[in-house]
């Protein structure tokens, strides 16, 4: 099984700011096979980035996604007060697995 | 526009079975693998298993095996997901989702509480 580690756990940023969040794998992670999710609160998580890099449709260009092998990178370029919420990264290979996740909150 | 629509939430005792059912609207059912995923209070996400609905093949999680069963009806474009022996440790939000390779649609979830 891959496991999927993400930091920080917590990012405190105002609005405006940029988030950088991370995500490492123990193995690597075939094909780029890797997609980042936002959840918020009593909400489903939300398809962000699948392919390490490529946006899903209707999600704006402020998020981008990069890496490969075993470190993926998710960038909020300017956080805006609808992005504070709870991101996670998935490894959907042939045994999925999810990190832990990041935390955005408002400074 | 695809959608998921699960069931609604549930009370177990320990030691009951609950089943959740995710209905699947706007594209062809059987043309894409469904997974469930739970999520514990305050916790991250566990992928439980996934279910080709055109073969009705599964696989589990190895931590789920024995005890989970996903089932599939094709005559209503649905997906089932059963565990057995609750626990309390078992309460959580279980999330059907779309395979597209990642997970492109997901359900509303499914609240199981297991209290005695």
């Known amino acids: 099984e891959i496991v999927l580690t993400q930091s920080p756990g917590t990012l405190s940023l105002s609005p405006g700011e940029r988030a950088t969040l991370s995500c490492r794998a123990s193995?690597?992670?075939?094909?780029?096979?890797l997609a980042w999710y936002q959840q918020k609160p009593g909400q489903a998580p939300r398809l962000l980035i699948f392919?390490?890099?490529v946006r899903a449709t209707g999600i704006p260009d402020r998020f981008s996604g990069s890496g490969s092998g075993t470190d993926f990178t998710l960038i909020i370029s300017r956080l805006e007060p609808e992005d504070f919420a709870v991101y996670y990264c998935?490894?959907?290979?042939?045994?999925?697995?999810f990190g832990q996740g990041t935390k955005v909150e408002i400074k | 526009q695809v959608h998921l629509v699960q069931s609604g939430a549930e009370v177990k005792k320990p030691g009951a079975s609950v089943k959740v059912s995710c209905r699947a609207s706007?594209?062809?059912?059987?043309?894409?693998?469904m997974h469930w995923v739970r999520q514990a209070p305050g916790q991250g996400l566990e992928w439980m298993g996934r279910?080709?609905?055109?073969?009705?093949?599964?696989n589990y999680a190895q931590k789920f095996q024995g005890w989970v069963t996903m089932r599939r009806d094709t005559s209503i474009s649905t997906a089932f997901m059963e565990l057995t022996r609750l626990r309390s440790d078992d309460t959580a939000v279980y999330y059907c989702?779309?395979?597209?390779?990642?997970?492109?649609?997901w359900g509303q979830g499914t609240l199981v509480t297991v209290s005695s």
């Open positions: 998935h490894q959907y290979g042939n045994s999925p697995t």
């Open positions: 279910i080709n609905p055109s073969s009705g093949e599964t």
């Open positions: 989702a779309r395979d597209n390779g990642y997970f492109d649609h």
């Open positions: 706007g594209y062809t059912f059987t043309g894409y693998f």
């Open positions: 392919g390490a890099s």
């Open positions: 193995q690597t992670v075939s094909f780029s096979y």
